[in-house]
């Protein structure tokens, strides 16, 4: 086992998650349950042993666990998500971290932050300046966090940092340049190519929407595992924000 996948089942009302920068489409509850099913599946074939944040039907967004905590070493930082609506997401969280004995540390007061905001490689954590996550908030995670680099990133059009560049095991940055304020990367084919997640060794996780990104990966060496989670695109989720690895 490589570790902990943490996730959360889709409900019944994901169709309802909110939207920022990509125009209402009709969601297959059932289809994206089966979706989740086997993106689970491909995380615990790759070693990462799921456990389950108790079922929020009510929240449309909660399955996009990786906005509600983010984890440094045996740390966990609960955020305060900048949507008002998902803030409810986090007690949950809370209760499954602490079970799993990690030090649970809070964003409070004024500061929000999503998860999907914090791209961490290596000693550095970079951090969106997001509709979603602000200022005091990066401030607060870089007090918590007296020995990583946090790196604040300005993001134009896009969601999350994440949304927009992620890293792959060497550390090479992959991302779309005209969303986000950082050089040097590796620019994929396409936009859902940015979206990747180290599984351990070689072996990384993205969505089946691009394959095009996905073949120059191989071809770099990676191992890509791809699953299909068309239904939580619709909600601009990715590969990234459906979970929270904890080595
Ligand atoms: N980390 C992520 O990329 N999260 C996706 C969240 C999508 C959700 N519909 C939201 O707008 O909050």
């Known amino acids: ?19 920022s920068y990509v125009q209402r489409e009709p969601v297959d509850p059932g289809l994206a349950t089966r979706q989740h099913d ?55 969280v809370a209760s499954v971290v602490r079970g799993l004995g990690l030090k649970a540390v ?28 602000n200022d005091e908030a990066i401030s607060q995670l870089a007090a918590l966090l007296p020995e990583r680099r946090v790196v604040p990133v300005d993001l134009d059009g896009v969601l999350h940092l994440k949304s927009a560049v992620t890293a792959l095991p060497d550390g090479t940055l992959i991302g779309l340049a005209a969303h986000v304020n950082l050089s040097g990367l590796l620019e994929p084919a396409e936009e859902a190519g940015a979206h990747v997640v180290p599984l351990g060794g070689d072996r990384v996780l993205m969505a089946a929407s691009a394959p095009r990104t996905a073949a120059a990966l191989e071809k770099r060496g990676l191992k890509v595992i791809t699953v299909d989670i068309s239904e939580f695109e619709k909600l601009e989720g990715c590969v990234t924000c459906l979970s929270v690895l904890i080595p």
Not at 40 to 54: F, I, N, S
Not at 57 to 86: C, H, N, Q
Not at 117 to 130: A, E, F, I, M
């Open 1 to 19: 086992m490589s570790g902990i996948a943490l996730v959360r089942k889709p409900g019944p009302r994901l169709a309802d998650g909110l939207l």
């Open 106 to 133: 809070r964003i409070t007061g004024s500061g929000t932050l999503d998860g999907g905001d914090v791209l961490q490689v290596g000693p550095t954590v970079y951090v969106g300046r997001s509709a979603r996550t």
């Open 38 to 92: 086997a993106y689970v599946a491909a995380l615990a074939d790759a070693g990462w042993r799921p456990v389950y944040a108790e079922p929020a039907d009510d929240l449309p967004d909660a399955p996009f666990v990786e906005d509600t905590v983010v984890i440094s070493g045996r740390l966990a930082v609960l955020t305060r998500p900048g949507a008002e609506e998902r803030r409810p997401e986090v007690a949950s």
